[in-house]
């Protein structure tokens, strides 16, 4: 994990941490290669799988930012126990669910669970590193993106392997028992990091107008806009990748699978090589986001530009998306660490 050394303690809970991200990443990758193919197969028509998706973001929306403050002021252990519980359970009550109404309470409670789990592991751990460690708290939130999407590569090879041989409801129910299982572990296992006592410190609506303040910050501003960047050529990436691989390249479905992997283990490397920017400044973000579209526009130009293209724009993703994450994490104050993660990602 670097040079940097923590005590005996802080280095098992951040062992854990990484190992609490593995599970996670894996298990939401592969449902989220999968379960478009369950809703269609119990008969779920496009429109009403947008509409499902639409409840599910909004309400998940308006969830997220409270439970960043609910972390703050109860406990962030509480938090992750409860988001990963109510996430687990969701895939399990998903991959047995044979009807259209079950299926869109699965998906509501998969997103809301995510909402609630989103930063609070990484809050818990962090604001348990000394603040005169920044070091240790940029080498801890580097080593969790690489974590991130070595775990998503994982979960493209686990797809490539098993998918062809599993029915898709099997493997959701796999991800939701290792999911519910894991937040079990979590609550037995975890120090309860800070939780505050009735009346110290700010209320939940105090905590909530402190993260929407920081919003003003002239650095976060940076940070929040180059996010939004980030996600939007992301979901480029996300959406155009098969049907110009496809077109280009003929590749059958099986092939897809592995050219996922592939991308992954680009981003995962993007990730890797962040670690050697020793300080993450405007200049390094705007360079890595300006790289990110250029790489999308050569991997427009067809042939072997669009493979060229698309690793390196999948491996600026990578350094891009860890970058902001460190800066942000450097910004944020521990004391409401989660509800700015969650206002001001």
């Not at 923590?6 to 593995?22: C, D, H, M, N, S």
């Not at 993260?211 to 976060?220: M, S």
Request: charged residues 10%; positive net charge; aromatic residues 8%.
């Amino acid at each position: 994990m670097s040079k940097v050394e923590l005590p005996g303690e802080l280095k098992r809970l951040v062992r854990r941490f990484l190992a609490l991200i593995a599970v996670v990443f894996l298990a939401d990758f592969v449902f989220g290669a999968m379960y478009v193919q369950h809703m269609v197969a119990i008969g779920m028509s496009p429109a009403l799988i947008g509409v499902a998706f639409a409840v599910a973001i909004v309400l998940s929306t308006v969830v997220e930012t409270p439970s960043g403050a609910w972390g703050d002021r109860y406990g962030n252990r509480r938090m992750a126990v409860a988001g990963l519980a109510m996430w687990g359970l969701s895939l399990v009550l998903f991959s047995q669910a044979g009807q259209a109404w079950a299926v869109i309470v699965a998906l509501v409670a998969q997103f809301v669970g995510r909402a609630i789990y989103s930063g609070a592991p990484m809050t818990l751990v962090l604001n348990q590193i000394p603040e005169d460690q920044p070091d240790a708290r940029a080498v801890v939130v580097k080593s969790a993106q690489v974590t991130r999407w070595g775990a998503a590569a994982l979960g493209a090879a686990s797809v490539g392997l098993f998918g062809a041989h599993l029915p898709v409801a099997t493997m959701v129910l796999i991800c939701g028992v290792a999911m519910t299982a894991t937040a079990v572990w979590v609550q037995m296992t975890w120090s309860r990091g800070v939780v505050r006592a009735a009346g110290d410190g700010p209320t939940v609506v105090g905590h909530i107008v402190t993260g929407v303040r920081f919003l003003g910050n002239a650095k976060q501003l940076v940070v929040l806009v180059l996010t939004l960047w980030q996600v939007a050529m992301f979901s480029i990436m996300v959406f155009a990748w098969q049907p110009v691989v496809v077109a280009e390249f003929g590749l059958a479905d099986t092939q897809l699978g592995w050219t996922l992997l592939v991308l992954s283990v680009a981003t995962a490397l993007g990730a890797v090589a962040s670690r050697w920017v020793k300080d993450v400044t405007t200049t390094w973000l705007v360079g890595a986001s300006v790289g990110m579209a250029a790489s999308l526009a050569v991997a427009s130009l067809g042939g072997a530009f669009t493979v060229i293209g698309y690793l390196a724009a999948e491996f600026l993703c990578g350094v891009l998306g860890t970058m902001l994450a460190v800066r942000s994490n450097a910004m944020f104050p521990d004391a409401q660490r989660n509800t700015c993660r969650c206002t001001a990602p």
